[in-house]
């Protein structure tokens, strides 16, 4: 049985783009497809929030305007959730995108009840724009959006396999941790999540798994309480 009955997903767009430096690699997010559906039909009820740097990020605008910069991230956002949801349709699961910033021709405006409703229906629902704010990561929006729909576990895809000391890609010494805390992860400075998030996670006292997106059956094994990749709580 599973341990946990509702959970957000967040999918980082350098994850969808595989060994690609940017843009998509398709063979991955069918993967990533597979997992979701065979989580879902578990029972779990899963909301999944999709970053765009794959695409863009707000702070790769060197000598724009902030703000017009993260609005071009939340567009990329968009993006990476209409293909996540091809995915899914095209293997047969129900799915909803639902953007915090108004597109109704391609998207449901986020509204809490009903996305609530959507979940309980079986559909697995993308949330996409991040919270609607510049300023704000997709890191923060995964954190809100699991308070609100009051999901019990954030799922952290990533390249890396989980929360390491220093980068692991850098230094071949890099320590991982199993367990750590939230407040351990802001005092050292870890990139895992950013600090507005996490301290979020910490003020509603939502776990956070962090583990690698191409770790086999890493979504199911997670849920099923499994302890892979770097559990963050109290």
């Known amino acids: 049985m599973p341990k946990y009955k509702r959970i957000i997903l967040k999918i980082s767009g350098e994850a969808l783009a595989g060994r690609e430096k ?4 398709f063979d991955v997010i069918g993967l990533v497809a597979d997992q979701v559906i065979e989580v879902a039909k578990l029972g779990v009820e899963i909301g ?3 970053g765009g740097g794959n695409i863009w990020r707000g702070r790769s605008g060197v000598g724009m305007d902030r703000t017009t910069a993260d609005h071009m991230g939340m567009l990329a956002t968009v993006i990476n959730a209409l293909a996540m949801q091809d995915a ?5 699961m ?3 995108v ?3 910033i108004e597109m109704r021709q391609i998207a449901e405006p986020y509204i809490r009840r009903r996305a609530m409703r959507h979940l309980e229906k079986g559909r697995v629902v993308i949330f996409a724009c991040g919270t609607g704010n510049p300023y704000f990561s997709t890191d923060t929006a995964a954190a809100l ?3 609100e729909i009051e999901a019990e576990l954030i799922l952290l895809a990533k390249n890396v396999d989980g929360v390491y000391d220093s980068d692991p890609k850098k230094n071949p010494d890099a320590r991982k941790y199993d367990f750590i805390s939230y407040i351990d992860v802001i005092n050292q400075g ?7 998030a996490v301290s979020l996670c910490m003020d509603n006292n939502i776990p956070i798994v962090c583990f690698g997106l191409d770790m086999p059956d890493g979504i199911k094994r997670v849920v ?3 302890n892979i990749g770097t559990r963050i709580n109290s």
Do not use: C, H, N, Y
């Open 190 to 196: 870890l990139t895992v999540m950013d600090t507005t």
């Open 98 to 100: 639902m953007t915090a």
């Open 94 to 96: 129900q799915t909803r």
């Open 48 to 50: 999944i929030i999709v």
């Open 88 to 92: 899914l349709e095209g293997k047969g």
């Open 224 to 226: 099923m309480g499994e």
């Open 145 to 147: 959006r699991a308070a």
């Open 22 to 25: 940017s843009g998509f690699d």
